[in-house]
């Protein structure tokens, strides 16, 4: 079946550690999105690509990298960097320009800072 | 840009019809969307409504567009408890980054 797969679902770190979150998509989508859930704040962007190698800062990029090496996967590393990483992650992603703009989201991963 | 306010909160009872509310600020949005969030998960699509339109329905939903007060709504019908969940309103922004409210957690009771 075709959709956007993200591990781990839960995610346990030690501060001073770096993490990398996965996402992989077999939908053929053009973009990609990382999105970070608080309660009570709804969705704020880390970071988006549009296109393979080429990635934008969204609103809330510091402390956080990602790379489009291959269309079907865009991973998100949370460094030592990201002051408050404790958060529920979500990955997305859209068929691109031409389209409604919908989002097809991921399960999420869940990342708590020891 | 784009900033997307909905109220924080909802609670009705089974069989009533639930109304949750967004307001946004950028009127060139292209599309406004409903996501449904499922506690511990991803957000599915409900359904979007076209900036162009001022109404949509969708079996039990009815999305109202007023374009003049950027607000939209989402009217769900019969309330069931599977309804519970956290409902966002988005817009888009630039090239399709949407840009979502803070969520209304619906509560329903039987």
């Known amino acids: 079946d075709g959709g956007i797969t993200q591990s781990p679902k839960y995610l346990f770190r030690k501060e001073g550690q770096n993490v990398t979150l996965s996402c992989e998509q077999n939908l053929n989508h053009d973009a990609m999105y990382w999105y970070r859930q608080d309660p009570g704040q709804g969705l704020r962007l880390i970071y988006y690509?549009?296109?393979?190698?080429?990635?934008q800062k969204g609103d809330i990029a510091e402390g956080y990298s990602v790379s489009r090496e291959k269309k079907e996967s865009f991973p998100l590393t949370v460094t030592s960097a990201q002051k408050n990483p404790t958060a529920f992650y979500l990955c997305?992603?859209?068929?691109?320009?031409?389209?409604?703009?919908?989002?097809?989201f991921g399960e999420g991963s869940r990342l708590t800072v020891l | 840009g784009e900033d997307v306010e909905q109220s924080l909160f909802l609670s009705v009872r089974e069989g009533d019809s639930s109304v949750i509310n967004c307001t946004y600020t950028?009127?060139?949005?292209?599309?406004l969307y409903w996501y449904k969030q499922e506690p511990g998960a991803g957000l599915q699509l409900l359904t979007y409504?076209?900036?162009?339109?001022d109404m949509k329905q969708d079996q039990r939903l009815t999305v109202l567009l007023n374009k003049k007060d950027k607000h939209l709504s989402l009217r769900i019908a019969d309330t069931q408890t599977g309804d519970s969940a956290i409902y966002f309103c988005?817009?888009?922004?630039?090239?399709?980054?949407?840009?979502f409210g803070t969520g209304t957690r619906l509560l329903v009771s039987p």
């Open positions: 690509s549009q296109i393979v190698n080429d990635f």
């Open positions: 997305a992603s859209s068929p691109g320009q031409g389209s409604t703009g919908e989002l097809f």
């Open positions: 988005a817009g888009v922004t630039g090239f399709q980054k949407l840009v």
């Open positions: 950028d009127s060139s949005s292209t599309y």
């Open positions: 409504i076209f900036s162009n339109m």
